[in-house]
């Protein structure tokens, strides 16, 4: 896929701004730090997790659980991603059950992404209440989902690519929208 003229939808400002913005949210929705875990997906998801569990131990002083999640093998195009995916670690060295969790992604957009997580999840227990967070919602929803914490709402066409760029993976900060040729 090629991709063409990119215009730019969060800076680096932006973006650190409405992750900080999507932390007080957490906070305010969950008073009970202890029963708190926020799970990234990997991989941007992963890195705004450690940015938004980073975050609440600034505001509260107090620490959340932190995992990291690879839906890897519950994609349901696992055979259109990749002939041989990359499986990574995923790291929840805790238990899930009975904690509200915070599922962390990028962008969301048909929500088949999160309906995969969401089956990765439960293999590890039964939490109380599962909640999602992410950066950019484009819309165009396959499934049901919805996200309960949003940096920025972007309505795009089918034929944009939202790409979320962090310092990470990507050596900066920023979200732009590119139109596939």
Known sequence: MTLRGKSKLMTKEALDKAVMRISHEILEKNKAIKDLAIIGIRNRGEYLAYRIADNIKKISGQEASLGILDITLYRDDLTEVAEQPQVQETRIDFDISGKDIVLV?????????????????????????????????????????????????????????????????????????????
């Open 105 to 181: 992604d990028d962008v969301l957009y048909t929500g088949r992404t999160i309906r995969c997580a969401l089956d990765a999840l439960i293999d590890f227990g039964r939490p109380h209440r599962i909640q999602l967070a992410v950066l950019v919602d484009r819309g165009h929803r396959e499934l049901p989902i919805r996200a309960d914490f949003v940096g920025k709402n972007v309505p795009t066409s089918l034929k944009e690519v939202v790409e979320v760029r962090l310092n990470e993976s990507d050596g900066k900060d920023e979200v732009v929208i590119c139109e596939k040729e």
